[in-house]
């Protein structure tokens, strides 16, 4: 029943910042782990963060230390803050809601595109 919508990408310089936004509508929301995925051309879809209903987070190496995954249960809110952004994350990104750490559930993804 839950329904994820993303929001929030777009074009920046290297080095710059960006924060990307997911709606979700349904119920079950909070007790759902939350992650965010990104694809870039050609390439596989492969995990950038994840966040337990609890609040507790991953993240993949690469973006280690960059990037900060947060939800708000209140709101039916996930939100990922992407600060030093390199060219390397220009890619779609796409929320998902997992169950048992399998994504069953996606949003329509959004456009992050980093310039050098």
């Known amino acids: 029943q839950v329904q994820l919508v993303e929001s929030g990408g777009g074009l920046v310089q290297a080095g710059g910042s960006l924060k990307l936004s997911c709606a979700a509508s349904g119920s079950g929301f909070r007790f759902n782990t939350m992650g965010w995925y990104r694809q870039a051309p050609g390439k596989q879809r492969d995990l950038v963060a994840i966040i337990s209903p609890g609040g507790s987070t991953k993240y993949t190496d690469s973006v280690k230390g960059r990037f900060t995954i947060s939800r708000d249960n209140a709101q039916n809110m996930v939100y990922l803050q992407m600060n030093g952004l390199k060219p390397e994350d220009t890619a779609v990104y796409y929320c998902?809601?997992?169950?048992?750490?399998?994504?069953?559930?996606w949003g329509q993804g959004t456009q992050v595109t980093v310039s050098s």
């Open positions: 998902t809601l997992l169950r048992t750490g399998v994504p069953e559930l």
